[in-house]
């Protein structure tokens, strides 16, 4: 099968991330660790570290232990709000990390310059066509649009209505990768027909052989359909709190109870809204180490994008990449 058409439309975003295809591992906490990273970059695609709430020491050790498991290009995402950022950013420098992913809400100028400054590329994620723009001239060097189809965190947005709003805009001027709700190589060849350099993808990969995603983790995904991952509810308006998607369970009863106890204390004044925001974010950090890394997948948060209903099977990464590439070349190529 020919690749050809698929080389030329993916140039731009191979070429921006030094990889063969332009693939990109979706950051999941807990789960994009050195083993699924290295294992994504070793088979072609582009492996990100989920920093989440990581401390900077932690980091150091896993982009260090990335490193010494492939000697291909990988990525950091790190969250803006962190206390810690610009130590990590600092360590990310150290290290000599390509490309640096910023999530979690609108990065700083100073975050900006300083990642910039070591000679790191800066990738973003644009949640609406202003702020893509926002980003271009701010410097950022790729964006990424992701729709509310994705797991973990989402907007309100679905990735289709999100890429048809900023690609025809935007894509000319720099490079745009789409998520949230990818399963397929089919919809890899749309995106990147319609503009796009790039993909990104969590969802697919965590049933692979080389996720460490405790055994239950993995049969709550195999068994799932697509209407099993759900967003969180908002209890309280008063509380800002960004919806997640995640497979259905009895974690869904004890996070509305968790924003009842944070938005008691922000009325109380025990709490300011900043470090109310950062209880609910510790709150996910853990309650998904207990889905992944404990197998407790009642109590725990089995985060997942409607993408779950594709993933039929335990298998290597390396399979799963050439499966998605060979979709989305067969799709061109019927399309003339």
């Known amino acids: 099968m020919s690749h050809d058409k698929l080389d030329r439309l993916m140039a731009r975003g191979t070429e921006f991330l030094g990889t063969r295809w332009a693939i990109m591992g979706g950051a999941m906490s807990w789960i994009s660790e050195r083993n699924l990273v290295s294992a994504i970059s070793n088979a072609g695609g582009f492996g990100v570290i989920a920093c989440g709430a990581m401390p900077p020491e932690l980091l150091d050790k896993e982009i260090a232990a990335t490193k010494a498991m492939t000697d291909k290009p990988f990525g950091v995402n790190l969250i803006t709000m962190h206390p810690d950022i610009d130590d990590l950013i600092d360590i990310c420098a150290r290290h000599e990390v390509s490309h640096v992913v910023l999530a979690g809400g609108l990065p700083s100028g100073k975050s900006i310059d300083r990642i910039k400054g070591n000679g790191a590329k800066l990738i973003a994620f644009a949640p609406a066509l202003a702020l893509a723009k926002k980003l271009k001239r701010s410097g950022v060097d790729a964006l990424v649009v992701e729709g509310m189809e994705a797991g973990g965190h989402i907007g309100p947005v679905s990735t289709s209505v999100l890429a048809q709003e900023i690609l025809p805009h935007v894509a000319a001027d720099m490079p745009v990768f789409v998520a949230g709700g990818i399963g397929r190589g089919e919809a890899i060849a749309a995106y990147l027909e319609m503009g796009a350099v790039g993909v990104q993808l969590g969802t697919r990969f965590v049933c692979a052989h080389?996720?460490?995603?405790?055994?239950?983790?993995?049969?709550?995904?195999?068994?799932?359909?697509?209407?099993?991952?759900?967003?969180?509810?908002?209890?309280?308006?008063?509380?800002?709190?960004?919806?997640?998607?995640?497979?259905?369970?009895?974690?869904?009863?004890?996070?509305?109870?968790?924003?009842?106890?944070?938005?008691?204390?922000?009325?109380?004044?025990?709490?300011?809204?900043?470090?109310?925001?950062?209880?609910?974010?510790?709150?996910?950090a853990g309650a998904l180490k207990r889905a992944v890394i404990d197998g407790d997948v009642e109590s725990g948060s089995v985060m997942a994008g409607q993408s779950v209903g594709m993933v039929k099977r335990e298998e290597p990464i390396a399979d799963i990449v050439k499966e998605l590439v060979d979709e989305a070349a067969a799709a061109l190529s019927n399309r003339g």
């Open 210 to 284: 080389e996720c460490i995603a405790h055994e239950n983790f993995k049969k709550m995904f195999l068994r799932a359909s697509a209407r099993d991952a759900v967003p969180s509810v908002q209890i309280d308006p008063r509380l800002p709190v960004i919806p997640v998607r995640a497979l259905k369970n009895r974690e869904t009863e004890n996070f509305s109870a968790k924003q009842r106890e944070v938005a008691a204390k922000l009325d109380s004044g025990e709490l300011e809204m900043g470090e109310a925001q950062l209880q609910i974010e510790h709150y996910w």
